[in-house]
């Protein structure tokens, strides 16, 4: 459907608004270091086994039963997840069936491990870390800037040794 003169599809009223606002970065671009992994092997990048053990293994862990698990996901995700899904996805036999990224936070959030999304971050040769973790780096940063400029501080005033006031 359109709206007006417009050639661009509109969106239908009663669907849920969704932020699309950039998530606050801790860094500014230009401090990340660029990261690019080695090539990697053909067919090394497919984490359909990995991904079904580490959720299978999650749900074993939790306290709440799949059901809640479905119940608590399909709230956060704003889209329905069954118990019948969930067992799809953890089902060595249902090839077909393979876990949606964009249940990830929503199941570690409701499972409280955070191993599955820890996992896809670490294979992409990243690494997780908190907030405390990230403060304590951007003071680390803070640190290095301070005691350069010092240093830089100190070499200029070393230079001006014996030249008057000006």
């Not at 053990?53 to 809640?68: D, E, L, W």
């Not at 955070?114 to 403060?135: K, N, P, Y």
């Amino acid at each position: 459907m359109t709206k007006g003169n417009s050639s661009h599809p509109q969106f239908a009223s009663n669907v849920s608004a969704v932020s699309l606002k950039k998530p606050e970065q801790n860094f500014p671009p230009e401090q990340l270091p660029l990261y690019r992994p080695p090539q990697p092997d053909p067919g090394s990048m497919n984490d359909e086994g990995l991904v079904r053990a580490i959720v299978t293994g999650c749900i074993r862990k939790s306290s709440k039963s799949r059901g809640q698990i479905s119940e608590e996901m399909s709230r956060l995700t704003g889209s329905t997840v069954t118990v019948r899904m969930l067992n799809s996805y953890t089902s060595e036999a249902a090839e077909q069936h393979r876990w949606p990224s964009q249940y990830t936070r929503a199941f570690c959030y409701v499972v409280e491990d955070w191993s599955l999304l820890r996992c896809i971050v670490e294979r992409a040769g990243f690494h997780m870390i908190t907030q405390a973790e990230s403060d304590l780096l951007a003071l680390g940063r803070e640190f290095l800037r301070q005691k350069r400029a010092g240093e830089k501080m100190a070499s200029i005033e070393a230079g001006l040794r014996g030249v008057d006031e000006l």
